[in-house]
């Protein structure tokens, strides 16, 4: 049996304000459904916001899952700039 | 339980709102401290008061500083979070009314409200505590007084200790500090009372 092919692992643009701060903001994000590891780099600071590249990495990640997990904490995806899909064979 | 306790401090660390209800508390503990003196000593040294009018002005004074403390402090913390709320929904391009922003800074509001009103009226209430007593007769209108002079430059050294924490510096000489603010009112109070 072929299974249907899961997201593994996604990076993405996000803006975000300056609070949560980065490593809360990340706890967060693991929190989420099929988050099983997040890594978030800083990519640029501005006097309210900062753009952040986040990389999510999981078993079967739900973008939607995770764009609303990021958008409760008032950040936006600004894209989706990488994503790993597998399925077992 | 837990749960809500932490949610509440993941708002207070998202707005900020710590160290802005951590000046309120002082300023406004020392508010309501320096007023009940006044209430205090100028009544005292007007001439024969009973301590029913004490607690009756003391209470009053508790009540309104209480209430224009959540009132005022409720209204300018909105205007000012709105504000801030706006520029960030202005710079993110987004709606943040369905992200914890929202929640949070509607939390801190009343949580500074809550601070600087409670802060005043529980320094009041403390102050004019031993006129109970002294109502029901157990101590004397005197002693009621000085009982009352020592809480509040008690109140005042605390407030003097948690300053001197914050600005990490010898906690006993700011306690002390804040104390001279307070004997030098009551000296200014008693001094115009017996002209």
């Given at each position: 049996?072929?299974?249907?092919?899961?997201?593994?692992?996604v990076v993405?643009?996000?803006?975000?304000?300056?609070?949560?701060?980065?490593?809360?903001?990340?706890?967060?994000?693991?929190?989420?459904?099929?988050?099983h590891?997040?890594?978030?780099?800083?990519?640029?600071?501005?006097?309210?916001?900062?753009s952040?590249k986040?990389?999510?990495?999981?078993?079967?990640?739900?973008?939607?899952?995770?764009?609303a997990?990021?958008?409760?904490?008032?950040?936006?995806?600004?894209?989706?700039d990488?994503?790993?899909?597998?399925?077992?064979? | 339980?837990?749960?809500?306790?932490?949610?509440?401090?993941?708002?207070?660390?998202?707005?900020?709102?710590?160290?802005?209800?951590?000046?309120y508390?002082?300023?406004?503990?020392?508010?309501?401290?320096?007023?009940?003196?006044?209430?205090?000593?100028?009544?005292?040294?007007?001439?024969?008061?009973?301590p029913?009018?004490?607690?009756?002005?003391?209470?009053?004074?508790?009540?309104?500083?209480?209430?224009?403390?959540?009132?005022?402090?409720?209204?300018?913390?909105?205007?000012?979070?709105?504000?801030?709320?706006?520029e960030?929904?202005?710079?993110?391009?987004?709606?943040?009314?369905?992200?914890?922003?929202?929640?949070?800074?509607?939390?801190?509001?009343?949580?500074?409200?809550?601070?600087?009103a409670?802060?005043?009226?529980?320094?009041?209430?403390?102050?004019?505590?031993?006129?109970?007593?002294?109502?029901?007769g157990?101590?004397?209108?005197?002693?009621?007084?000085?009982?009352?002079?020592?809480?509040?430059f008690?109140?005042?050294?605390?407030?003097?200790?948690?300053?001197?924490?914050?600005?990490?510096?010898?906690?006993?000489?700011?306690g002390?500090?804040?104390?001279?603010?307070?004997?030098?009112?009551?000296?200014?109070?008693?001094?115009?009372?017996?002209?």
């Open positions: 049996m072929v299974e249907q092919p899961t997201i593994k692992r993405l643009d996000v803006l975000k304000p300056h609070q949560p701060a980065i490593p809360e903001f990340a706890s967060r994000i693991v929190s989420c459904n099929g988050a590891r997040v890594n978030v780099s800083l990519a640029e600071i501005d006097q309210n916001t900062e952040i986040v990389l999510v990495e999981g078993n079967d990640i739900d973008l939607e899952t995770i764009r997990c990021i958008e409760e904490m008032g950040a936006t995806i600004h894209s989706v990488e994503v790993e899909v597998a399925r077992k064979v | 339980m837990e749960k809500y306790l932490e949610k509440f401090r993941f708002y207070l660390r998202l707005t900020g709102v710590s160290a802005i209800s951590r000046r508390f002082v300023m406004n503990t020392f508010d309501g401290a320096l007023i009940a003196l006044g209430v205090i000593i100028g009544a005292w040294t007007s001439g024969p008061v009973q029913r009018t004490i607690i009756g002005a003391g209470l009053g004074v508790s009540l309104a500083m209480g209430i224009s403390g959540f009132s005022g402090t409720y209204f300018v913390e909105r205007a000012e979070r709105l504000r801030k709320l706006e960030l929904e202005h710079s993110l391009l987004m709606d943040l009314h369905h992200s914890v922003h929202v929640k949070a800074q509607r939390t801190a509001m009343i949580w500074a409200a809550l601070v600087n409670l802060s005043p009226s529980l320094a009041a209430v403390i102050a004019i505590m031993p006129f109970v007593f002294a109502h029901y157990l101590i004397s209108i005197n002693e009621a007084v000085i009982i009352s002079l020592m809480l509040i008690s109140v005042l050294f605390m407030i003097g200790v948690y300053l001197g924490k914050i600005s990490r510096e010898r906690v006993i000489i700011s002390i500090r804040i104390m001279i603010v307070g004997i030098i009112t009551a000296a200014i109070i008693m001094l115009l009372g017996n002209i």
